[in-house]
């Protein structure tokens, strides 16, 4: 029962959007999305030329001291990182007391856990402090996910090889074999593309936790929670498994016609930025070309290709195109990976972007405090828990 008060219903001049859409959180130098344009860009650098002439290791050194390392910085920084890769016995040890069926995703938020856990210097707030947990973290991630996919398969983790680079050794801590040249440039690149996009749901998430003053292990955890989900980094687990589902390039006609007079959100379709076409994907839908060709895996590209060809123009006009989880698991699918493991491989990437735009808000920082609009009843009498019916 309300009393006559009006519930609130605006907040001055703010304007009240579901989901934050279009909410500005702070200022950056680390990347830019034009979503009209379909561009994206970190520090100043166009996002094609980067996964085409650049590497992981100078992305990441790109996107957290925001510019190219030299030769010599290079050198020095790919050393830290490799100096980093092995992840200690007690983690190890933990994360074979996991289930083996557990989502590789949450064996990752629990490795991280675990590391925060046993760092004497993990409340230690300052930034050289979460700089030297970032990197780690940056370089243990992968020998994580390399851990937990061997681990699923019911095979022995293998230790990072100090001579290969960062994506080729990540493979090879997958699959257990050095990667052919291609396939190393191909996840190199895909690394690349996922190092950073913006406030999204993962990074915004790990950001509103170090604005607390938590520690980065903990920031670092909900960040790999945000990205677990299927309307974000889970998204190319259920393109894949939609790929499987339409199951050839000749029925993707009837599925899409389907799909869309279901009004089903087709997965790997679709983003609250971009209302043109996702770069990244654009890149991705050529390395899935090629890779899949060449592990004979063609028609799952076939299939992807012939599906976009049939949304773009039934739902293009609404800014629906395929994002970068639409062609990213078949590349995943033909290079061996389960597709449980792809949320994983994103967080690979992603970490960089995840640390770098903590690193960046710390030093000037204010606690995330959004509020909501209250439509509830006001000034209800109560009434003794005898009384209620
Ligand atoms: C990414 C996503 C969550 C963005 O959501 P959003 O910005 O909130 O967009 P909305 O859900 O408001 O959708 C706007 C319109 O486009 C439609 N739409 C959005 N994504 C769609 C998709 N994947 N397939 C079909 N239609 C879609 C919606 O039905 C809605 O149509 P309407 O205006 O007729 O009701 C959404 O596009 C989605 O769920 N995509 C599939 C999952 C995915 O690929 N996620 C990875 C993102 S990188």
Not at 295 to 324: D, M, S, W
Request: hydrophobic fraction near 40%; glycine fraction near 8%; include cysteine.
């Amino acid at each position: 029962m309300t009393t006559g008060a009006e519930p609130q219903k605006f907040l001055g001049h703010v304007e009240f959007k579901r989901g934050l859409e279009g909410a500005i959180t702070n200022e950056t130098r680390i990347g830019y999305i034009d979503g009209e344009k379909g561009w994206l860009v970190y520090r100043g650098y166009n996002i094609e030329d980067l996964a085409e002439h650049s590497t992981f290791e100078e992305t990441a050194y790109l996107i957290i001291y925001g510019r190219l390392p030299t030769r010599a910085e290079l050198t020095r920084w790919t050393d830290r990182l490799v100096q980093a890769r092995p992840i200690p016995s007690y983690l190890m040890d933990a994360l074979r007391r996991l289930p083996k069926e557990a989502h590789p995703m949450a064996v990752l938020r629990t490795a991280v856990s675990i590391l925060g856990c046993h760092d004497p210097l993990a409340d230690k707030i300052d930034i050289p402090n979460c700089e030297r947990i970032g990197v780690d973290l940056i370089a243990k991630m992968a020998t994580i996910a390399g851990a937990v996919m061997r681990m699923r398969n019911g095979q022995e983790p293998i230790p990072p090889d100090p001579k290969l680079s960062h994506a080729a050794n990540f493979l090879y801590m997958c699959t257990g074999k050095v990667p052919d040249d291609f396939s190393a440039r191909v996840m190199d690149a895909n690394l690349v593309l996922h190092v950073d996009h913006g406030m999204n749901a993962s990074t915004f998430t790990a950001m509103v936790i170090a604005s607390s003053l938590s520690d980065l292990y903990s920031a670092i955890c909900g960040g790999i929670a945000s990205l677990k989900g299927p309307l974000h980094g889970g998204a190319n687990e259920e393109v894949m498994k939609m790929l499987l589902e339409v199951g050839g390039p000749d029925k993707a006609e009837a599925w899409v016609r389907k799909a869309i007079a279901e009004k089903r959100k087709i997965s790997g379709f679709g983003h609250r930025v971009y209302k043109a076409y996702d770069p990244r994907a654009k890149v991705l839908g050529k390395f899935s070309e090629r890779i899949t060709k060449l592990c004979g895996q063609e028609r799952l590209y076939q299939t992807a290709k012939k599906i976009e060809e049939l949304v773009v123009p039934a739902l293009g006009g609404k800014g629906i195109f395929p994002n970068v989880d639409f062609y990213s698991g078949t590349i995943y699918y033909s290079m061996g990976f389960d597709y449980a493991m792809y949320t994983s491989i994103f967080m690979v990437g992603r970490i960089p972007g995840q640390v770098a735009r903590v690193l960046e808000y710390l030093p000037d920082n204010r606690i995330f405090r959004p509020r909501a609009v209250y439509v509830g009843d006001l000034n209800l009498t109560y009434v003794p828990i005898e009384q209620r019916g």
